[in-house]
């Protein structure tokens, strides 16, 4: 039938094809399904129609069977009465009645195995439709993952491009140079303030501080000789003589540092 045409034509359509050529994919999906949705209600109305054809067919069979079998009845009344003409006559109607309800009857198993077909094929064509439903969020996902892939390779393509890698390069050197130029601010700044002096000064106690307590530990474990009263003299006199230098030191240093305060 026509309508079983259209609607496998839809069916066999090729929905890959379909999806490339759609600049909205999901939405000429959704029209298919729905053109394949109503092809498919159609086709159950010319369905029903042929259901009931073959139902006033079976009737009609049926009917024209009861017709040629009173026919015959009447054809036995008359030979009963002895009327051998009339009963030709009724036997005469029986045999066209008959015939005719031959005809009903095969028309009938004819329809019945064609609505057998069609019951089949509505059956499959409905689950080739749920198939086609399913399939479209397998279809639209894959369109969309390939045009995020698109996405990705134009980027990339473009990111490939020297250009770009030595503009991050000139950058970053510039970020560095800018880096070193603050640092040699800081620690001109520093030497300026008279903070390097200081640190300098302080290493120089802590060091000799260090010396000296060494001395004394390795003296009381014995590891030297204790100091004589001379050498001790000149521990005591080298000391002092450090006391100045630091004193004197620690004076220029707070100098320096009113100097720098003032300017």
Avoid: C
């Avoid at 109607?93 to 009938?108: L, S």
């Amino acid at each position: 039938m026509a309508f079983f045409s259209r609607l496998a034509t839809l069916i066999k359509s090729n929905l890959n094809d379909l999806i490339n050529q759609a600049e909205d994919p999901e939405k000429m999906l959704d029209q298919v399904l729905l053109d394949m949705r109503t092809q498919l209600i159609e086709a159950k109305k010319q369905v029903a129609i042929a259901i009931a054809d073959e139902k006033k067919l079976m009737r009609q069979a049926e009917k024209e069977r009861e017709g040629a079998a009173e026919w015959e009845k009447k054809a036995m009344l008359a030979v009963k009465a002895g009327d051998d003409s009339l009963a030709k006559e009724a036997l005469r109607r029986h045999k066209q009645i008959a015939d005719v309800a031959a005809q009903y009857t095969q028309q009938w198993e004819k329809q019945k195995h064609a609505i057998e077909s069609l019951k089949a094929a509505l059956r499959a064509l409905n689950d080739k439709i749920d198939e086609a439903n399913r399939k479209k969020g397998v279809l639209i996902a894959r369109k969309r993952r390939a045009d995020a892939m698109r996405s990705i390779e134009s980027t990339m393509s473009g990111l490939s491009d020297d250009s770009a890698f030595e503009t991050f390069e000139r950058l970053e050197k510039k970020v560095e140079q800018a880096e070193a130029e603050a640092d040699a601010a800081a620690e001109l700044n520093k030497e300026m303030s008279g903070d390097i002096l200081k640190q300098k000064f302080d290493a120089l106690e802590r060091e000799t501080g260090a010396d000296e307590a060494l001395l004394a530990l390795k003296r009381k474990m014995g590891v030297l000789p204790a100091a004589t009263g001379a050498v001790a003299a000149r521990v005591e006199a080298d000391t002092g003589e450090e006391d100045a230098e630091l004193a004197e030191l620690e004076q220029a240093l707070a100098e320096l540092k009113s100097r720098g305060t003032s300017s």
